[in-house]
């Protein structure tokens, strides 16, 4: 049961800003981990941040740190990723994912996700 849809893709220069969002329908958004994962053509999907069900606690790649920031809105059952500092190695098309508990939120394995959504392409160009 339900669904994710995610928005604010686009196309942006090298050292620009692009903000995803989210939306979460069909379950109760408050009680699970959510995360946002990403996938270059040709490679694995991986892990760019996770989050807490209360939205204290936040993890991030190595590769993200200190450049994204994931929040989200319990009360609107929305996700965020807001994107600083892009570079041409952040191009992939994003996704958005439910964790499967409320729990070990650190973990970055996507199959510790049940939920994902259609996913929002994010070009950065030098």
């Known amino acids: 049961q339900g669904h994710l849809a995610e928005s604010g893709g686009g196309s942006v220069q090298a050292g620009g800003s692009l903000r995803l969002s989210c939306t979460a329908s069909g379950y109760t958004y408050s009680n699970y981990c959510m995360g946002w994962f990403r996938q270059a053509p040709g490679k694995e999907r991986e892990a760019v941040a996770t989050?807490?069900?209360?939205?204290?606690?936040?993890y991030y790649a190595d590769s993200v740190k200190g450049r994204f920031a994931i929040s989200r809105d319990n009360g609107r059952n929305t996700l965020a990723l807001q994107m600083n500092i892009l570079q041409p190695e952040d191009t992939a098309m994003y996704y958005c994912?439910?964790?499967?508990?409320?729990?070990?939120?650190?973990?970055?394995?996507?199959?510790?996700?049940?939920?994902w959504g259609q996913g929002t392409q994010v070009t950065v160009f030098s």
């Open positions: 989050i807490y069900p209360g939205g204290a606690k936040t």
């Open positions: 994912a439910k964790g499967r508990s409320s729990g070990f939120c650190y973990d970055f394995e996507p199959g510790k996700f049940d939920l």
